[in-house]
């Protein structure tokens, strides 16, 4: 595996898409749902000939001409303004009204300061996941290591941020959920190479460092590739046959693992050899 | 002889692992924990409302979730978990009932109750109270009343009241509404009043608990709320059941089509491993949402991950020539440190999570956690003792995708 002599094309592949990503974020942010925004998303199942026009109908009868309607199937996600109980009780009841038959899913109401805490929590158990982690990985490698791995997290939020951004994907507070995850897999996946990388740097001069990661991450390429594979597969099953509300979520990790494997491979080793050098010449 | 005897413990394992998951299996599903968005139901979180003046204390809502809980089990509401969240909210979740929104309505009430005179004094409040009985009134109208019977101090105190109004309305206020204002008609000196006023028979019984139990020492404001209908809850849990055992069947016959016999172990540890996590989840009586199903999903990609480190080296040690004992020996002691720094620092992020994180985010951190721990614990002692027991029995190296 030539990783390194490549490295600066992997640098320019991983900009090319993050760069657009970071342009989306400061342009138009994240598509917030009302975990962050506050607000209530009122969830039902219609019969199947009914239309979005015709829901809107009702919503304006019901004064919420602000309301958004979404349609997935003959399934409606209305959101709306924070509603009291007694206003879901009537918006129910007008849509009863008007449609033959009005199957209730879910209805979730959020207040505005609850948005506000839940991304400062979110913020604070990354920070602390990573300050963590990075300490763990220096106590077990070494600092450069750690440094390496950091990057390559910071690389696969900012792809996972910038296509959701890019997309308007709504994010949710699972989608909280999600980066975590694709963190935890983007350490576990990066350790395992190091590991070999640690291994192999026993009496190795520094001017072999080259030849070092390019063997030690051919070594680990079979376990790299496999590992990812067997991940998604169960993620793809969810994607396909898991219900409408968790979709957003498994895709956020979908994206997140496949980044994953691939800044494991060619970004967080190039990386490491960076620092390692650099440190090395210094 | 040794190759007999292993061949027997192999028989021996696989007949013990297919009794136990027939048996286990099922029982173990139906006792898990489902969260409100598998099965249905309404979770509600409640902020207290500071009034000017006065804190809100983790005490006070201590005190406020021993009120609701007493309200809880006197009004019977069917399978309610009550916690509190942070310095001053209450999560309530309902899963049993058929119109949970009501029950928290009523749930919620502050059930401050204050007798009144004209002046707006007040004489005395419902702390003074023993007891709150609804009864039918005797008029005939089908009207139900609350009878009220104070402690000594309250009787002291509602004997000066009425002494001090005779003639006059003594105005019965609960959470500032004027309930009723009976006009006093001479001085009470025995501890008992009457809430007269329309109620249902219904509404008096669940006002008289509410008295009983005492008022709330905050107001409490709906923060947050989420309600799943049935209809969605079981469509959801349906799906991801399917999709989990489509995803679990895809990783099986991907083990067994790459690394054949190896593949063939990582699935019997798949299974072991899936009862364990279950096990756990019904032992720590831990409840199993949507999110945490992806916890679970996840966790299931780490434990074939280990399976895949274990068996890559052992093949990269058959290829520097090693016996297959020994291949198996290196493999796995060079595999380890790979598979445990790499578990860790995946739970270090699973820890802080639980510690951080609310509702669904916890639910995640819960089966991830219990995963990774699973999963190391089944690599590390099963996995090993059943790929030596292989290797007495075969020592053809194509049997291991070589």
Redo the contacts between chains.
């Keep these: 595996m030539q990783v390194i002599k490549r490295r600066k094309w992997f640098y320019v592949l991983s900009l090319i898409i993050i760069i657009p990503g970071i342009i989306s974020l400061l342009l138009q942010g994240l598509n917030l749902g009302i975990d962050f925004t506050g607000g209530s998303i009122t969830?039902i199942?219609l019969p199947s000939e009914a239309t979005i026009a015709e829901v809107r109908a009702v919503l304006d009868k019901q004064g919420l001409e602000k309301a958004e309607v979404q349609k997935s199937g003959d399934e409606f996600y209305l959101r709306t303004s924070e509603l009291t109980?007694e206003e879901t009780d009537e918006l129910m009841a007008a849509l009863k009204e008007d449609f033959s038959e009005v199957?209730?899913?879910?209805?979730?109401?959020?207040?505005a300061?609850?948005g506000g805490e839940l991304t400062r929590?979110a913020l604070?158990?990354i920070s602390?996941?990573t300050v963590?982690?990075l300490l763990?990985?220096s106590i077990?490698?070494e600092w450069t290591f750690g440094i390496a791995a950091i990057i390559g997290i910071i690389h696969n939020v900012l792809v996972v941020l910038g296509v959701f951004s890019i997309f308007q994907w709504e994010v949710s507070?699972?989608f909280?959920?999600?980066i975590?995850?694709v963190?935890?897999?983007s350490?576990?996946?990066t350790?395992?190479i190091f590991?070999?990388v640690r291994?192999n740097l026993r009496g190795t001069r520094k001017q072999d460092y080259e030849e070092l990661v390019n063997r030690s991450v051919g070594?680990?390429l079979?376990?790299s590739i496999?590992?990812v594979?067997?991940?998604v597969?169960?993620?793809?099953?969810?994607l396909?046959?898991?219900?409408s509300?968790?979709k957003l979520?498994?895709l956020a990790?979908l994206i997140g693992f496949v980044t994953g494997a691939y800044s494991s491979i060619c970004i967080a080793s190039s990386t490491w050899y960076d620092i390692k050098t650099r440190k090395a010449a210094a | 002889m040794q190759r007999n005897i292993s061949i027997a413990i192999i028989a021996a394992i696989v007949a013990l692992i297919g009794v136990i998951s027939y048996f286990v299996y099922q029982p173990l599903l139906n006792n898990v924990n489902l969260g409100l968005d598998l099965r249905g139901g309404l979770r509600v979180v409640l902020e207290a409302e500071e009034l000017e003046g006065e804190k809100v204390t983790p005490d006070t809502i201590d005190k406020a979730v021993g009120i609701l809980r007493t309200r809880v089990d006197a009004l019977g509401v069917k399978e309610t978990v009550l916690y509190p969240q942070g310095d001053k909210r209450v999560v309530i979740e309902i899963a049993g009932e058929d119109d949970p929104e009501a029950a928290v309505n009523i749930l919620k009430n502050t059930a401050q109750l204050q007798f009144m005179d004209e002046e707006g004094k007040i004489w005395l409040t419902g702390k003074n109270l023993v007891d709150a009985q609804a009864q039918m009134k005797r008029d005939g109208t089908g009207e139900a009343e609350i009878a009220l019977e104070f402690d000594k101090e309250g009787t002291k105190l509602f004997g000066e009241a009425t002494t001090a109004n005779v003639g006059k309305p003594l105005i019965i206020v609960i959470d500032d509404q004027a309930v009723s204002a009976p006009v006093v008609q001479g001085p009470i000196m025995d501890g008992h009043a009457v809430i007269t006023g329309s109620f249902t028979a219904k509404e008096a019984q669940d006002l008289a608990v509410l008295l009983r139990s005492g008022a709330l020492p905050v107001s409490f404001e709906v923060m947050e709320k989420r309600s799943v209908g049935p209809t969605l809850g079981a469509d959801s849990l349906d799906k991801s059941i399917t999709a989990g055992i489509v995803g679990l069947i895809a990783i099986l016959i991907f083990m067994i089509g790459y690394y054949r016999l190896p593949g063939l172990i990582a699935d019997i540890s798949l299974v072991i491993y899936t009862i364990l996590v279950l096990g756990t989840m019904v032992a720590l009586d831990a409840v199993l949402t949507l999110p945490g199903i992806a916890g679970i999903a996840l966790s299931i990609g780490m434990a074939v991950d280990a399976n895949v480190i274990i068996y890559e080296r052992i093949k990269e040690e058959l290829r520097l020539g090693k016996t297959l004992v020994a291949a198996i020996e290196a493999g796995f002691k060079r595999a380890f440190t790979a598979i445990f720094d790499a578990n860790i620092t995946t739970l270090i992020t699973a820890a802080v999570l639980m510690y951080f994180g609310t509702g669904p985010i916890k639910g995640f951190a819960v089966t991830l956690s219990i995963g990774i721990i699973a999963s190391l614990l089944v690599a590390l002692t099963f996995t090993r003792y059943m790929l030596v027991l292989f290797a007495n029995v075969t020592k053809n190296e194509k049997a291991y995708g070589v």
Excluded: K
């Excluded at chain 1, 199957?103 to 207040?111: D, N, P, T």
């Excluded at chain 1, 597969?233 to 969810?238: D, G, H, R, W």
């Design positions: 969830h199942r109980q199957v209730f899913m879910s209805a979730e109401s959020v207040g300061t609850i929590n604070l158990a602390i996941a963590l982690m763990y990985i077990r490698f507070s699972a909280i959920a999600a975590l995850t963190i935890g897999y350490i576990n996946d350790i395992v590991d070999r291994e070594q680990t079979n376990r496999n590992t594979l067997t991940s597969f169960p993620l793809i099953a969810l396909i046959l898991g219900g509300t968790i979520f498994v990790m």
